[in-house]
């Protein structure tokens, strides 16, 4: 059975898509409005009830969907890359990215579905539970939208000049470390004027997507999944994620699932690379 095209799987079967995020968020909802329990994974890191069950659900749906299309999640055993270095194009999943957001109740937490080929994030479906909203994010379209009961408002990163003084940063509630505080520092000395804004998940990258900051950099571990789907919003919504030394992010080109360190922008078009001051040594 051939399973649909992207662009399909952009437009006739978004609903399915939707759908299928938001079933994985309400399962997540059950356990977050539950008195939980916490348990840990190898990493250390928390791990819920609601991480399993909204897999369960995202994939019976995706394969119901989409049979032919094999998928990397967090919650499964990773395939070889022998295996998986051979596909062109995938499933990434994360059921529920910022875990310690869930444990915390603030909220910030997200469900994360993207489709890679040929190792960059094309579409991108991100559910963010409590807020009952999904974005959604089509790079080859350049089309990004975030829908909520109230409809659907189209997104589009902030467009800088070379001359703005002004900077919004957002930046982990969870994941911060003295390198990225004197990386921030050093942003700091070229923008006087620059703000800090807290956001947990994969919601740093969404809130790029929708113009209410103009950087995120990254000194530190993530996974693939962690930021696969929302740097599809992001992508389509006219921003960029680059590594370090300014290449760009790839995915499923290694062994490892981890990403190198990395700084998401809302505007592509701005020359960053040129602007920002070079990421600090490491300890």
């Given at each position: 059975?051939?399973?649909?095209?992207?662009?399909?799987?952009?437009?006739?079967?978004?609903?399915?898509?939707?759908?299928?995020?938001?079933?994985?968020?309400?399962?997540?909802?059950?356990?977050?409005?539950?008195?939980?329990?916490?348990?840990?994974?190898?990493?250390?890191?928390?791990?819920?009830?609601?991480?399993?069950?909204?897999?369960?659900?995202?994939?019976?749906?995706?394969?119901?969907?989409?049979?032919?299309?094999?998928?990397?999640?967090?919650?499964?055993?990773?395939?070889?890359?022998?295996?998986?270095?051979?596909?062109?194009?995938?499933?990434?999943?994360?059921?529920?990215?910022?875990?310690?957001?869930?444990?915390?109740?603030?909220?910030?937490?997200?469900?994360?579905?993207?489709?890679?080929?040929?190792?960059?994030?094309?579409?991108?479906?991100?559910?963010?539970?409590?807020?009952?909203?999904?974005?959604?994010?089509?790079?080859?379209?350049?089309?990004?939208?975030?829908?909520?009961?109230?409809?659907?408002?189209?997104?589009?990163?902030?467009?800088?000049l070379e001359q703005d003084t002004e900077l919004t940063v957002v930046a982990s509630r969870n994941h911060g470390g003295a390198r990225l505080e004197r990386y921030l520092?050093?942003?700091?000395?070229?923008?006087?004027?620059?703000?800090?804004?807290?956001?947990?998940?994969?919601?740093?990258?969404?809130?790029?997507?929708?113009?209410?900051?103009?950087?995120?950099?990254?000194?530190?571990?993530?996974?693939?999944?962690?930021?696969?789907?929302?740097?599809?919003?992001?992508?389509?919504?006219?921003?960029?994620?680059?590594?370090?030394?300014?290449?760009?992010?790839?995915?499923?080109?290694?062994?490892?699932?981890?990403?190198?360190?990395?700084?998401?922008?809302?505007?592509?078009?701005?020359?960053?690379?040129?602007?920002?001051?070079?990421?600090?040594?490491?300890?």
């Amino acid at each position: 059975m051939n399973s649909p095209t992207t662009m399909a799987l952009a437009d006739e079967h978004n609903p399915t898509l939707m759908d299928i995020v938001r079933r994985a968020g309400e399962e997540i909802l059950q356990v977050y409005n539950s008195d939980f329990a916490v348990e840990t994974k190898q990493d250390e890191s928390p791990l819920t009830q609601a991480d399993l069950a909204a897999h369960a659900v995202i994939a019976e749906g995706l394969q119901r969907l989409a049979p032919d299309i094999p998928i990397i999640s967090e919650e499964s055993a990773l395939p070889d890359f022998g295996e998986r270095s051979r596909w062109t194009r995938y499933w990434l999943v994360d059921p529920l990215d910022g875990t310690k957001e869930f444990v915390n109740r603030n909220g910030e937490f997200t469900v994360n579905i993207a489709l890679i080929e040929n190792h960059t994030p094309v579409l991108g479906w991100v559910g963010v539970p409590v807020q009952e909203q999904v974005y959604f994010g089509n790079v080859p379209a350049g089309i990004a939208w975030v829908e909520n009961a109230q409809g659907r408002t189209s997104l589009q990163g902030k467009h800088r000049l070379e001359q703005d003084t002004e900077l919004t940063v957002v930046a982990s509630r969870n994941h911060g470390g003295a390198r990225l505080e004197r990386y921030l520092e050093m942003i700091g000395e070229q923008f006087p004027a620059m703000q800090r804004r807290p956001v947990g998940s994969s919601l740093k990258l969404c809130a790029l997507a929708a113009g209410e900051a103009d950087i995120y950099p990254r000194l530190g571990p993530t996974s693939e999944w962690d930021i696969g789907a929302a740097q599809a919003v992001l992508c389509a919504a006219g921003g960029r994620v680059f590594c370090g030394d300014g290449s760009a992010l790839t995915y499923n080109s290694k062994e490892s699932i981890l990403n190198p360190e990395f700084i998401a922008v809302a505007d592509a078009q701005f020359p960053w690379p040129q602007v920002l001051p070079p990421l600090p040594p490491q300890d």
